[in-house]
């Protein structure tokens, strides 16, 4: 078109000229666009050196030393109480109601599985037209779940009519570009939080299947998100395979801070219940502390005999026990503060996927590949 | 990097490749030779036994840990039982293992296709039967195997007969050690149906899923260079104080961890008794000590605790200064409600606190409040949280919660808080008559001052036997408010002739608060007067905000008062939908549904006359009394109801003139309605003001002296329904306490009669006082008695 133009109004040496011109243009306009992402990394690794330096400028002691003090967890009896056999499938995830005795969870072949974990009797089963529903989530009424997979899509049942088969009242909620690995309702019965593959989280209006607000900045699929326990707070963090932590905004949709250390992707975040830390769990078979306020991470919980990787992790009431599930079959327990493992847990035949501290913090439920979930006290 | 990185097999391989190298070793390492068994030299091998002291001794962990890490490599193939093809297990014993070679390592190479799978069985297939003869699953994947490649399997035949022809050439200790090997490598990844496969991966790990795809726009780096800008920008606090404070956490919190403190009484999941969870429901009365003292260890512990929360809203509402939390939860609210109410409840917040001259209106700076009025322009859920946030941290977290810490209401509570450990040592000594009886006495504490917190619901609790199965009462109750709030209506709107008191719920804090003032030192009163308010109002945000405002609501029945009469039951029926759906909409706080639906469920007997009981001692005890009885005797007759409650609103109230102006301002306009004839009625407030205190001082005088005062005024109106009062108080304490008798889960028998007297003695008190008041009200105020 351009060309046309010339013609008509210029010669043929001005033409050319001005396809040079124009020629120039486009290669400059690439040139920049390169540019300004080359710069941007470069940018992006000097301040995150100049981040690294400034974090180390008040960094006066480790935890352990600080720690010293305090007397060791020596009484820690903690044993298998419940034994929740489930169909065949794999057991993918597991969150307890507010009730505290109730537990859902959600497995590879679909099953959405509603517990009386203190009876050990499973109450109610509702099925989804997918595999590998990876998360599932109580509301804080305790009369909605929620949960997704690989179908993307986060769907919430309401489960508190017994009688009633809760897959007829089903609701989509959110739908995501990639599998939906965790969600959580923040506090709310009328919101979701979920972090999803396609490397967002989002956060849905329930009533409306409206996303009130997404989370852009992570590089790789989230896979775990949490809620600060802050009643005013507004902020959750999510971990991601790009082996980054980020603390959000829910307001802003901003993240506002951001915590890296890990050798391999990040399984699983949980905050610490002062709200002042978060953890994760990593592939790298390393779980870590982060404080927000010292901006750094200041522990790291391995042992040269653990070789498998973190799947799910999650405090004591206290903070002061650290539980993660493992790859190889085990639930260790940390002392968060000493940075000592406290206590080794034997009891599933597969790989621990999910853990999680009941609300009144007196027992702990895991969900396994070996297709059931257990209580521990 | 990314890419490399995500293509690259998860990281446990890593460490235990490093392991089994040094396993393998020669100085270091595990010692492998031929072992002798029996006659038979096995070539190669090593005993599970000297693994596992190689791993105790490498790792430095016990032996149970050591076996644990054993048989993990040994499920990956790192290693193999000789003599045992079937299982991959490792015992600590003289059973003999055979190290793998690194090519058939687990993940060294590409997980192998099925072709592969088939030259190996074919292979088998062709060998000495004897040894090398199929499974019955390699048979039967052989099978499928050969009816899937069909086109392939010249080839696959022909590369199993050259590969059999190969091996014929090789030494045979070399022989039977290849094909251990590749047998054991076939066992880790085509495993026998119904084991565990440790190669299983999840779907989402194995092809490099979004992030490989995803290249890093400028946009993505622009933001993380924002991100890190804003981190460096970041004040910190030093290490050592930050950790100082995880580690005081840490201690602070130590006791109320019940994994490692245990709980008081015990852990349900480790005794099966559920008495924790009755003592540490949502909301209850008989509260632990514990639980009250957590309350102040900070503010958070306090309001996240239904329970805390509540008692603090009380004590700020004695000190009529709660608007502010009342405010607090309501912006709480807000952010928690569906997208589709925003924009109501903001303006419902706006109106009822922030507006110029509202009802409950906020102290807040001036800065703050122009900031809110900037946000209002565009409604969100967030519109109020920095006027929120103001009164958290300056009001409620730097004012109130540390006066009500020192105050004497926290001090009593916690004077009354209970000792569950008491429980205990009846659990250990079933059958010890003496232990029962202390024992039973804590129990009756604990639920006969409950008589009505939990008031439904807990006694349902205890009755289920089940017990704690508050929480599953809890889901379906709270259910049916949720979904179906109009269920409750036809049997709540049946009720309204006869209970009408729990039509004014909504009121009854209010009137019920104000006597209730820091002097009168009873518990008991607190008690009654939570047991009114838990049905009804403000155990929850959503409630409160529904009932702010008593005085809108007296409006409409105060000011057409007499034309009115032919709506009674609409209005209350009315108010019995707001309540329902109040309470539907409060979805985040569970115990909401839990005390308002189940008081609506069931048992509206005993809640009818546990409000009526606590109307009366309420304070507007005689207009209470009266309107009990005629709405006994006539459904007409209850419609004076609202509106004279809410004169008694401002009757018992904070004498006006006491309160903010804008106080004040609102209660004028409804003056006039409401008290229609009496024009000194200022003076009258005062009057029964103090005739209620006086009452109040003497709710010691027996029952039996107050009926028969009742009785002796005969005809009287009044004094009749003071005494059905009575009747119905004290018929509910022997429910209440019935109800424990048959029902404390597993204590059952041998209450203490003592106890049982001791505390229908306090109810009967507190109903006594409410007589007195109410006499005393006939006698000294009469303005409403010459309309």
């Known amino acids: 078109m351009k060309d046309c133009k010339s013609y008509s109004v210029a010669p043929p040496l001005a033409d050319i000229a001005l396809r040079n011109i124009w020629n120039l243009d486009m290669a400059l306009d690439v040139n920049t666009r390169s540019e300004t992402v080359e710069l941007l990394s470069r940018e992006a690794d000097c301040l995150k050196h100049k981040l690294e330096e400034e974090r180390k400028k008040l960094n006066d002691v480790t935890l352990a030393n600080v720690a010293e003090r305090l007397e060791e967890v020596t009484f820690l009896n903690i044993k298998p109480r419940r034994l929740l056999k489930g169909n065949q499938a794999k057991m993918l995830c597991c969150d307890w109601s507010p009730d505290k005795r109730h537990i859902v969870s959600s497995s590879q072949d679909g099953k959405l599985l509603i517990w009386d974990a203190f009876t050990s009797a499973k109450e109610q089963t509702v099925t989804m037209p997918t595999t590998w529903v990876m998360a599932c989530a109580y509301s804080p009424s305790g009369n909605l779940v929620a949960c997704g997979g690989l179908d993307n899509k986060v769907t919430v049942f309401n489960i508190s009519n017994p009688e009633e088969d809760p897959s007829a009242k089903k609701k989509t909620v959110g739908t995501h570009t990639n599998f939906m690995s965790c969600c959580l309702f923040p506090n709310s019965d009328q919101q979701i939080l979920t972090g999803s593959g396609d490397a967002t989280a989002a956060l849905w209006d329930v009533e409306s299947g409206q996303m009130l607000q997404s989370f852009h900045g992570h590089t790789g699929d989230i896979m775990s998100i949490d809620l600060s326990p802050s009643e005013i707070g507004n902020t959750f963090i999510s971990g991601s395979c790009d082996k980054m932590l980020l603390l959000w905004d829910m307001r802003t949709g901003q993240s506002v801070q951001s915590f890296e250390g890990h050798l391999s992707d990040i399984n699983s975040v949980k905050y610490h219940p002062s709200g002042d830390a978060v953890a994760s769990g990593s592939d790298d078979s390393t779980c870590r502390m982060y404080d927000l306020r010292a901006d750094k991470e200041v522990a790291v919980y391995s042992k040269e005999s653990i070789l498998f990787g973190v799947n799910s992790i999650d405090f004591s009431v206290s903070g002061r026990i650290l539980f993660g599930g493992y790859t190889d079959y085990t639930i260790n327990a940390w002392d968060s503060l000493k940075c000592e493992r406290v206590s080794l847990l034997y009891g599933h035949e597969n790989r621990v996927t999910s853990i999680k501290l009941s609300p009144d913090g007196t027992a702990l439920a895991s969900a396994s590949w070996d297709a059931s979930l257990r209580v521990w006290a | ?787």
Request: aromatic share 6%; hydrophobic share 30%; with cysteine.
């Open chain 2, 1 to 787: 990097m990314d890419k490399s990185d995500r293509r690259r097999r998860p990281f446990a391989f890593d460490k235990m490749e490093g392991l089994v190298r040094e396993m393998k070793d020669e100085e270091t390492g595990v010692r492998v030779k031929s072992q002798k068994l029996f006659l038979t030299s096995i070539p190669s091998a090593f005993a599970g036994y000297n693994i596992i002291e190689w791993l105790m001794d490498r790792l430095t962990v016990d032996e149970t840990e050591a076996v644990h890490i054993a048989n993990m490599l040994c499920q990956y193939g790192y290693f193999f039982p000789v003599n045992d093809s079937k299982t991959l297990t490792l015992k600590d014993d003289s059973s003999l293992y055979r190290f793998q070679i690194p090519y058939y390592w687990p993940c060294s190479q590409k997980n192998p296709d099925n072709v592969e799978y088939a030259i190996y069985l074919s292979k088998r297939l062709l060998r000495n039967k004897q040894r090398h003869a199929l499974e019955d699953y390699e048979m039967d994947s052989l099978n499928s195997l050969k009816k899937n490649l069909q086109n392939k399997w010249e080839f696959i035949t022909m590369q199993a007969e050259e590969q059999v022809r190969l091996s014929k050439d090789r030494k045979k200790g070399e022989k039977i050690v290849t094909d251990s090997q590749e047998r054991a490598f076939w066992r880790v990844h085509r495993p026998p149906p119904g084991c565990v496969s440790v190669m299983e991966q999840i779907p989402i790990k194995i092809g490099g899923s979004f992030s490989t795809k995803k290249k890093r726009s400028s946009e993505d780096l622009r933001r993380e260079v924002e991100l890190l800008r804003n981190c460096i920008g970041r004040t910190r606090v030093k290490t050592s104080v930050a950790l100082d404070g995880l580690v005081s956490f840490g201690e602070t919190y130590n006791e109320y961890d019940p994994l490692i403190t245990g709980a008081q009484p015990s852990n349900p999941w480790v005794t099966d008794d559920p008495t924790f969870w009755t003592f540490n429901c949502p909301m209850v009365e008989a509260i632990t000590e514990k639980r009250i003292k957590r309350w102040a260890l900070s503010m958070e512990d306090l309001v996240s605790d239904a329970t805390g929360l509540y008692e603090f809203t009380n004590y700020l509402r004695k000190e009529y200064s709660h608007e502010n939390i009342r405010f607090w939860l309501a912006v709480n609210d807000l952010k928690r409600s569906c997208q589709s109410q925003i924009l109501q409840r903001v303006r419902e917040i706006y109106d009822e606190f922030l507006a110029p001259g509202a009802p409950c209106e906020i102290n807040i700076d001036g800065k703050t409040m122009e900031r809110t009025h900037k946000e209002m322009k565009v409604p969100s859920r967030f519109t109020f949280d920095g006027a929120a946030e103001h009164v958290y941290t300056l009001l409620l977290k730097k004012d109130c919660y540390p006066r009500f810490i020192r105050s004497e209401h926290y001090k009593n509570l916690l004077a009354n808080g209970v000792q569950p450990s008491a429980r205990r040592r009846f659990f250990g000594l079933v059958g010890g008559a003496a232990n029962k009886k202390t024992d039973c006495k804590d129990r009756i504490r604990s639920t006969a001052g409950c008589p009505s917190t939990q008031g439904t619901s807990s006694s349902s609790v205890l009755q289920a036997n089940q017990s704690s199965s508050c929480s599953s009462a809890k889901r379906r109750g709270s259910d049916r408010s949720l979904t179906s709030s109009p269920h409750e209506l036809p049997i709540n709107s049946v009720k309204v002739s006869q209970s009408h008191s729990q039509s004014n719920l909504s009121d009854i804090p209010y009137r019920g608060d104000l006597p209730c003032t820091p002097s009168s030192p009873s518990s008991n009163q607190d008690n009654l007067s939570g047991c009114v308010e838990e049905c009804g109002e403000h155990q929850l945000p959503a409630m409160m905000t529904d009932d702010v405002c008593p005085w809108d609501v007296a409006d409409g029945g105060g000011g057409g008062d007499k034309n009115k009469r032919s709506l009674p039951a609409s209005i209350a029926e009315e108010r019995e939908r707001r309540l329902s759906t109040s309470s539907s909409r409060k979805n985040s706080g569970s115990a909401a549904y839990d005390s308002a639906a189940s008081a609506d469920e069931s048992q509206s007997d005993s809640v009818a006359s546990r409000l009526r009981r606590s109307c009366g001692l309420g304070g507007g005890s005689s207009m209470d009394r009266r309107r009990g009885s005629s709405a006994a005797c006539t459904p007409q007759q209850t419609i004076d109801r609202p509106s004279v409650s809410s004169a008694e609103d401002f009757d018992l109230g904070p004498s006006p003139e006491s309160r903010s102006p804008e106080k004040q301002q609102s209660t004028s306009p409804h003056e006039p309605a409401e008290a229609t004839s009496s024009l000194d009625d200022k003076l009258n407030r005062k009057k029964l003001l103090k005739s209620l205190s006086l009452a109040r001082k003497q709710s010691v005088t027996p029952v039996i002296n107050v009926s028969s005062v009742d009785r002796d005024n005969g005809c009287d109106r009044i004094s009749a329904d003071a005494v059905d009062e009575m009747a119905a108080a004290t018929t509910t304490v022997a429910e209440d306490v019935t109800s424990v008798d048959g029902t404390g889960p597993g204590s059952g028998g041998g209450q203490p009669p003592e106890t049982v007297a001791c505390c229908s003695g306090a109810e009967a008190a507190t109903a006594t006082a409410t007589a007195t008041a109410s006499i005393s009200d006939g006698n000294d105020v009469c303005p409403w008695e010459d309309e």
